[in-house]
């Protein structure tokens, strides 16, 4: 079961809900097509309820929204990008383990 803390990101709320957020935001940037993203989704699903509150933690399909991808600087997925005050801080790039996810928001804290 998915996860209730784990956002969707767009094109048109991606302003709204990333760059303007208060609090920081991880971003993974992902595609329906990718194995090796839906393998890493459940640890994606664990660190939003891990870190409620404290960090926002969403999808981007870059299939909807290539532009962001490209914007970002995205050319494989999966890609986690962690956004502080409404800039790209730090990135991740391809599956990772729960512990270096943790170890990139930790770093927001």
């Known amino acids: 079961m998915a996860s209730q803390n784990v956002h969707t990101f767009t094109l048109e709320n991606f302003e709204s809900e990333v760059?303007?957020?208060p609090i920081p935001v991880?971003?993974?940037?992902?595609a329906t097509w990718c194995g090796p993203c839906k393998a890493l989704a459940p640890l994606v699903e664990k660190l939003a309820d891990a870190f409620q509150g404290?960090?926002?933690v969403g999808k981007?399909?870059?299939d909807a929204a290539p532009k962001l991808a490209?914007?970002?600087g995205v050319r494989s997925v999966p890609t986690c990008i962690l956004f502080q005050g409404g800039a790209k801080s730090k990135q991740l790039v391809g599956m990772q383990n729960y512990d270096k996810l943790v170890q990139l928001v930790g770093a927001a804290q």
């Open 19 to 21: 760059l303007q957020s």
């Open 26 to 30: 991880l971003v993974d940037f992902t």
């Open 54 to 56: 404290k960090v926002k």
């Open 60 to 62: 981007l399909d870059i």
């Open 70 to 72: 490209q914007d970002y």
